[in-house]
């Protein structure tokens, strides 16, 4: 079983859609949580972190269940700009895993 | 941004050559990371040092040879490399706290390497 599962894709979704992106870990002592952000042929880049109480930034909202081991990612109202490949990113002890990754593409 | 440059941008080389990839962090992080990412794969931590000493080195072969002379700078040496090498090799730096915990990482453009 991988570290950590994502559901590859692709979506993709028209312009103003909401899409929501799972991601499951298999190491119950992992401490922290990633959602990475990386488009075609560039670096990874934060989005942002996951906390066990939910957050929000803007139009994404990422949300923790430790019990399920399970962490999503929605992000609202798409943008063309929010064409990439989200990383679900799980770290302990300085050892960060990384998923392989969900492909969004969205269309006009 | 230039929080963490990478240098060469691109590579390619022999199966008998000798190169060097160069990671530099302008962040002050105390962490270091070289990461391999091939197509379709997630990506593989191969090297992590903190404070310049190297705490993990996840089963890579030795024709990969990592140094870091001091926390803002790291090498990744490659000698007789194989073609299933080519990837996208990608440095990141962090700050590790002392409780074990640990801020994200930022990640340098990476570097593209073929090998013929």
């Known amino acids: 079983r991988k570290e950590v599962e994502q559901d590859p894709g692709p979506f993709n979704v028209p312009e103003g859609a909401t899409v929501a992106f799972n991601c499951t870990y298999s190491?119950?002592?992992?401490?922290?949580f990633f959602w990475y952000r990386q488009d075609c042929r560039k670096e990874p880049k934060l989005l942002m972190s996951v906390y066990s109480s939910g957050n929000e930034d803007g139009r994404f909202t990422a949300q923790l269940n430790r019990a399920s081991q399970y962490i999503s990612l929605l992000i609202r109202d798409s943008k063309l700009s929010d064409s990439a490949t989200y990383l679900c990113v799980v770290n302990r002890a300085n050892d960060m895993r990384f998923g392989a990754g969900t492909r969004l593409t969205v269309k006009p | 941004e230039t929080g963490v440059t990478q240098t060469p941008r691109h590579l390619v080389m022999g199966m008998t050559n000798k190169k060097s990839l160069k990671c530099e962090q302008h962040?002050?992080?105390?962490?270091m990371y070289w990461y391999k990412q091939s197509a379709k794969k997630p990506l593989e931590l191969m090297f992590v040092y903190n404070f310049k000493e190297q705490t993990e080195n996840n089963s890579v072969p030795s024709r990969f040879s990592p140094e870091c002379p001091n926390s803002s700078h790291l090498f990744l040496h490659l000698h007789t490399l194989q073609p299933e090498d080519s990837a996208l090799y990608l440095c990141?730096?962090?700050?590790?706290?002392?409780?074990?915990?640990?801020?994200?990482?930022?990640f340098g453009p990476g570097t593209r390497l073929l090998v013929l």
């Open positions: 990141a730096s962090s700050q590790v706290r002392g409780t074990g915990g640990m801020e994200t990482q930022y």
């Open positions: 190491n119950s002592a992992s401490q922290s």
């Open positions: 962040l002050g992080h105390n962490a």
